[in-house]
């Protein structure tokens, strides 16, 4: 009998041992993994933060060059504003003169179709409409249209 007490504890004593060191290990396997994630985890950290520093950096970058760009772009729009500025007051001064030269024409050939002895023919008619519409459009005065209402009315009271 004493053998098989002394069989039983040793059985015992032994399998507390193993399971105190089983518990351990398992134990001390987590607490590894644990740290090894949270080392994988400053490692991604770092890895991560190093990659947006690099795009913030990329991004000051192309704020840099859309500045610059978006400087150029006034500064072009501004030239382009003078220039057309320049352009229209050159366009003003050529339609004047335009409707200077062109008025004392269509005057001149009112006043020849209006001539109590002359007679209008059609081809006179459509072209004296011409010419009207284009002093029109270059903004002519009364004494056109007076002059056109006066050949319209003798045009169109012929006999």
Known sequence: MPEFILKYWVEV???LI?????FACRRYWKLWR???QHQKTEEQEAFYDGILEK??????KIDE???EMNNRI???DNKVEKNVQTSDAQQEILKEGLLSVQGNNFKRQCKALLEPTHKITETEWLQHQIDFEAYERLGGNDDGHDLHNAV?????NMD
């Open 18 to 22: 193993v399971s105190g060191l089983s």
């Open 152 to 156: 319209a009315h003798k045009y169109y």
């Open 13 to 15: 004593i032994f399998g």
């Open 74 to 76: 006034t500064a072009l």
């Open 65 to 67: 060059r859309f500045e």
């Open 55 to 60: 795009i913030d950096e990329r991004f000051e």
């Open 34 to 36: 644990t740290e090894q």
